[in-house]
């Protein structure tokens, strides 16, 4: 690459940045719906040319931020695991620890939760391309299950799923394949998971347990602590139900 190219190519990657940054104030502030090239460009104090050249439509913004957003959430889980791994932590603290710093993130980042967690924005489908950034956040959690089954730090499930498997074949393979009974439903078991780990965000980013718990630091331990039993995983009591959780607000 010439240095013109080179020095355009940096131009680029600024501009990306500034419009990027100016689109997730607007998003805090207005939401999605009120994402367009003008208001970026006011917002950060931009070209409208500028903000132009680099997504050529609210569409191509919307995909950026989805998937820096997926992207973020997941490197927070992935790095919270790994230091659990490093201490030698069991399965179920493991889960523990990245579902904490899943949901540090989404009160830390609520416009960006909101954007691939809330409402669907009007008129926009997402492309092909946000996939893999939204597949890291179920792939932390599968090989989190995927080690207990390994190690044997799970108990057989006492209720099968009825009738022939649920599942598509792209889930079984981000588990890495189905497992033998007593296990043969412990994907649909962790699609479970993963979907009470969601909801149980969306209640407390956007306030809906704050009237009936006291405690929604606690009482986020104790639920994943409860949807882990149905996959038949133990998550050990925590020392401190504080550390490595954000308070909501």
């Not at 132009?52 to 959430?73: C, M, N, Q």
């Not at 207990?148 to 889930?171: S, Y």
């Given at each position: 690459?010439?240095?013109?190219?080179?020095?355009?190519?940096?131009?680029?990657?600024?501009?990306?940045?500034?419009?990027?940054?100016?689109?997730?104030?607007?998003l805090?502030?207005?939401?999605?719906?009120g994402?367009?090239?003008?208001?970026?460009?006011?917002?950060?104090?931009?070209?409208?040319?500028?903000?132009?050249?680099?997504?050529?439509?609210?569409?191509?913004?919307?995909?950026?931020?989805?998937?820096d957003?997926?992207?973020?959430?997941?490197?927070a889980?992935?790095?919270?695991?790994?230091?659990?791994?490093?201490?030698?932590?069991?399965?179920?603290a493991?889960?523990?620890?990245?579902?904490?710093?899943?949901?540090?993130w989404?009160?830390?980042?609520?416009?960006?939760?909101?954007?691939?967690?809330?409402?669907?924005?009007?008129?926009?489908?997402?492309?092909?391309?946000?996939?893999?950034?939204?597949?890291?956040?179920p792939?932390?959690?599968?090989?989190?299950?995927r080690?207990?089954?390994?190690?044997?730090?799970?108990?057989?499930?006492?209720?099968?799923?009825?009738?022939?498997?649920?599942?598509?074949?792209?889930?079984?393979?981000?588990?890495?394949?189905?497992?033998?009974?007593?296990?043969?439903?412990?994907?649909?078991?962790?699609?479970?998971?993963?979907?009470?780990?969601?909801?149980?965000?969306?209640?407390?980013?956007?306030?809906?347990?704050h009237?009936?718990?006291?405690?929604?630091?606690?009482?986020?331990?104790?639920a994943?602590?409860?949807?882990?039993?149905?996959?038949?995983?133990?998550?050990?009591?925590?020392?401190?139900?504080?550390?490595?959780?954000?308070?909501?607000?």
């Amino acid at each position: 690459m010439d240095t013109w190219a080179a020095h355009r190519g940096d131009d680029d990657t600024d501009r990306r940045t500034a419009v990027k940054a100016a689109a997730r104030q607007l998003l805090g502030e207005l939401g999605a719906a009120g994402l367009s090239a003008a208001a970026v460009a006011r917002a950060g104090g931009l070209a409208l040319a500028d903000v132009e050249a680099v997504f050529p439509h609210r569409d191509a913004l919307l995909t950026a931020l989805i998937v820096d957003a997926y992207d973020g959430s997941a490197a927070a889980m992935e790095e919270a695991d790994r230091v659990a791994r490093s201490t030698g932590a069991s399965a179920g603290a493991r889960l523990l620890a990245v579902t904490r710093a899943l949901r540090t993130w989404s009160f830390a980042n609520s416009a960006e939760f909101t954007l691939v967690y809330g409402s669907p924005v009007p008129g926009y489908h997402a492309p092909q391309e946000t996939v893999p950034a939204a597949s890291r956040t179920p792939a932390v959690l599968a090989g989190i299950v995927r080690s207990a089954l390994e190690g044997g730090e799970l108990t057989p499930p006492r209720r099968v799923v009825p009738g022939p498997p649920l599942l598509r074949p792209e889930a079984v393979a981000l588990f890495g394949g189905a497992p033998e009974a007593p296990f043969s439903d412990l994907v649909e078991r962790g699609i479970v998971l993963w979907s009470n780990l969601i909801g149980l965000l969306v209640f407390q980013v956007f306030s809906r347990t704050h009237d009936s718990v006291r405690d929604e630091s606690a009482y986020f331990d104790f639920a994943i602590a409860v949807a882990a039993e149905s996959i038949g995983l133990v998550v050990p009591p925590a020392e401190d139900t504080h550390t490595g959780a954000s308070t909501s607000p």
